[in-house]
């Protein structure tokens, strides 16, 4: 539980965009990175068509070419 607070979690996940104005971010789970990127695409009406799993990088893309990176640091 403290792990998150002190910055000693096991993998940290970086979310990024492209094809839209989005400020990446870390998180300390693929779960949390993957929450927040849907609620940012529910937020602004996009949907998800394609979704691309390298194991450690998924990449996420919408139907107007917006692409959502999550990959594993």
Known sequence: MFDYYFGNAK???SLAATGVK???KQFTSRQVAEEA???FINKN???VEKIYDD???KTY???NGIRFYINRI
């Open 11 to 13: 993998h940290w996940y």
């Open 22 to 24: 989005f400020r990446d």
């Open 61 to 63: 893309i919408c139907e």
């Open 45 to 47: 009406g996009l949907k």
């Open 55 to 57: 194991k450690h990088f």
């Open 37 to 39: 990127m849907y609620k």
